[in-house]
């Protein structure tokens, strides 16, 4: 059975850090891409980065470009998501997803976390 597990959400204050996991178990992770997505409340979901299957170009959206950092460990099939300067409108349910298609589009992944909240005090 695929699964995607998040971890590492939390409080913190904004200039904050956290880092996100994404622990991947029953499909073989390192053929796959793998993408970061969020959605705040009353929001649309929207892409925050994606990195392909080697670990190579990642890509992130011009609101994190700068502050997050995604990478892999496929000896792990681990997924991680590094966020610095946090600000209070990065407060949203965070997911990770993997596929075969490096993609902003969400809906092009092919399996699916449920998510960790991640909240961001002002």
């Known amino acids: 059975q695929v699964e995607l597990v998040e971890s590492g959400g939390g409080l913190v204050q904004a200039g904050g850090s956290l880092r996100l996991s994404c622990a991947a178990s029953g499909h073989t992770f390192s053929l796959y891409h793998m993408g970061w997505f969020r959605q705040a409340p009353g929001k649309e979901r929207e892409f925050v980065a994606h990195i392909s299957w080697d670990g190579q170009t990642p890509y992130y959206a011009d609101s994190v470009k700068g502050r997050f950092t995604i990478s892999r460990d496929n000896t792990k099939n681990m997924g991680y998501l590094q966020m610095n300067s946090l600000k209070p409108e990065d407060t949203a349910l965070y997911y990770c997803?993997?596929?075969?298609?490096?993609?902003?589009?969400?809906?092009?992944?092919?399996?699916y976390g449920q998510g960790t909240q991640v909240t961001v005090s002002s």
């Open positions: 997803a993997t596929g075969g298609r490096v993609t902003t589009d969400y809906n092009a992944y092919i399996n």
